[in-house]
């Protein structure tokens, strides 16, 4: 056993301890060899053993394992060359702490410097003409040539929150949002040397004044033009965080799901999310202007209703003052009650699911473009939608800004040819065994499936065009479905299929009969009394008709190529989410 060694460090591998409370002593040893040395560097002995585990010589006593015995030369060499590595890395933590103390230092400095810069408007200069970020009107806004020969651009306010930023050399580039459109600033000298200008932050909102110029050959910006900064401020409250608080932090393009609809409010500040709402804004009035085109007069049904559309399975139900009510799942019934009146009809609405469905195509809440034509046919009614939903991108992409929104989200968008093509559910079923796509039991399709939506999906982005996909079995459609008078086993319905969504619009001839109504109430087990007022225009001069209903998400999904109908609505509602 070696001897007490008052220089000697000990390391016991089974029970002793790497701390900094550790002596490494022989009453209170290191476990490690690396850490010893650590701790302890270029002692005259490293001794080390394994009380527990220790290994035994044939014939020797138990206690051996207890002896100290110097450390390997190939172990004391890795501790001494691990003591080298980590001695080196401490030198160069160290000149970096001094480097970022100095850099913190120079920083505090400048920014002392910065605060006492203050800016005061020139009042000599031309008095600003306020805009929009978007305003081109050369009546309104002159540009100076880029090189500042020629006539004076035109001095303008502008108000918008930072977008970018970028700082080359001694001179600040910001875009301006403002919703309405981008605006780079230029800020020189002094501009570029303030605390608020060293300090911006993304999201700031500015108040900036300047002269308008082209910018230089070569250069780009929005519109092709810069605004040259002569003042600026930044109001209390103006201010938008910078470090972990920065927007940047707080949402990115590739981050989880869930914390991005968390944070949706800061979502939609971003290129994409802004220009999908803008799509969306484009294509509503385009539907409300095709429609006022084609004489349908708008009207508004209520959203709490006693009646069911699509089955109680999805209905939202609640108290309403000791009565049972529920959140509309689709204003179509309402809407036949006005023909009469008021000839066609349509309405923009929310309508309520309540789906337990998590599927990218579905929503508990979502905005309904339905519409109810009289005297029709089911020919023109497919004719009708073909031409609602053509005209409609057609006046969404005669806006040059939309257009370049949508060429922006969607590259490879190519207007739908006409007419769509036309299969009856049947030739689905049939195109569905020979292509060897089967239903959800694994088994071929046939007549009565419901075709679920992986398949319908996968048949209509491999035939890449508008289906109108019709003639849908009695059984798997809503009660008020006219049946096909010449195949009673089918309803004259439609659903239009687009690629990379399936299913945009659901319609359908509907039951002008009293008789055939009743019966089919019957069939379904529902009680005709609450729907009396319904049943009532087939009892008062009946009609040929029948309507849609098109879901303003999936129309978006499909024309801006979003994943998800999520993203195309302002703040999603689907099941385990009604926030915020």
């Known amino acids: 056993m070696a001897g007490t060694d008052s220089s000697a460090v000990y390391i ?23 850490y010893a040395y ?95 970020l978007d305003e081109t009107d050369t009546n309104i806004v002159k540009l100076r040539k880029h090189d500042g020969s020629g006539d004076l651009g035109t001095r303008v306010r502008v108000f918008g929150r930072v977008h970018r930023q970028r700082k080359q050399k001694d001179v600040l580039f910001v875009t301006l949002r403002d919703g309405y459109g981008y605006l780079q600033c230029v800020f020189a000298g002094i501009l570029a040397k303030t605390y608020d200008a060293i300090t911006l932050a993304r999201e700031t909102s500015m108040e900036i004044l300047g002269e308008m110029y082209e910018v230089p050959p070569g250069a780009h910006a929005p519109n092709q033009r810069e605004l040259h900064v002569d003042f600026y401020s930044i109001q209390p409250g103006w201010r938008a965080p910078g470090g972990e608080d920065a927007i940047t932090n707080k949402v990115q393009a590739q981050g989880d799901p869930q914390t991005l609809l968390d944070n949706r409010h800061l979502v939609l500040r971003g290129d994409v999310a802004s220009s999908v709402m803008f799509v969306r804004d484009a294509v509503e009035f385009a539907f409300h202007q095709t429609y006022r085109e084609l004489r349908l007069r708008k009207v508004s049904p209520p959203a709490l209703v006693q009646t069911q559309v699509e089955g109680g399975a999805t209905l939202f139900k609640f108290d309403y003052y000791g009565e049972q ?20 009809v349509y309405c923009i609405e929310k309508s309520f699911r309540a789906e337990k469905s998590l599927t990218r195509r579905h929503l508990s809440e979502y905005t309904h473009i339905e519409a109810e034509l009289d005297f029709i046919t089911f020919a023109d009614l497919l004719d009708h939608l073909e031409l609602v939903m ?48 089967p239903n959800e039991e694994g088994q071929p399709h046939t007549f009565g499936d419901d075709i679920a939506e992986a398949a319908e999906r996968k048949m209509t982005d491999i035939i890449n065009r508008p ?50 109504l009743m019966a089919a109430y019957e069939r379904e087990g529902i009680d005709p009394k609450p729907y009396y007022w319904y049943t009532d225009q087939r009892k008062y001069g ?11 998400e999936r129309f978006l999904a499909w024309l801006c190529k979003q994943h998800t109908v999520r993203d195309t609505c302002l703040y999603p509602r689907y099941m385990g989410r009604c926030t915020p």
Not at 333 to 344: A, F, I, Q, R
Request: negative net charge.
């Open 38 to 132: 650590l701790q302890k560097p270029a002692r005259s002995q490293y001794l080390t053993r394994k009380s527990v585990e220790g290994p035994v010589a044939d014939g020797a006593d138990e206690s051996s394992k207890l002896e100290w015995k110097p450390a390997a030369k190939s172990a004391m060499k890795k501790a001494v060359n691990f003591f080298e590595q980590q001695k080196k890395k401490q030198g160069r933590e160290k000149e970096l702490a001094a480097q970022r103390h100095k850099e913190e230092q120079e920083r505090e400095k400048v920014f002392e410097e910065a605060k006492k810069i203050t800016l005061e408007e020139d009042k000599s200069l031309p008095k600003a003409t306020r805009i929009k």
């Open 467 to 516: 289906i109108f996909l019709t003639h849908f079995p009695v059984e798997i459609k809503a009660f008020y479905m006219q049946k096909d008078r010449e195949d009673p086993r089918v309803t004259e319905s439609v659903d239009c299929l687009m690629p990379g969504v399936g299913e945009i619009v659901g319609g359908s001839m509907r039951m002008d009969d009293w008789a055939e």
């Open 542 to 552: 009946s009609s040929p008709h029948g309507g849609y209903g098109l879901g303003l």
């Open 12 to 34: 016991d591998e089974d029970i002793g301890t790497d701390t900094e409370a550790t002596s490494g002593t022989q009453d209170a040893p290191y476990k490690s060899l690396q």
């Open 390 to 437: 053509c005209r409609v991108i057609e006046l969404t992409l005669a806006d040059p800004v939309i257009a370049a929104y949508i060429k922006e989200l969607n590259p490879e968008f190519k207007v739908p040819e006409r007419p769509f093509k036309r299969m009856k559910y049947t030739e689905a079923i049939e195109w569905l065994i020979e292509h060897n796509i």
């Open 325 to 344: 009510a529920f959140l509309t799942q689709s204003s179509q019934l309402y809407l036949e009650t006005v023909l009469p009146s008021m000839g066609d």
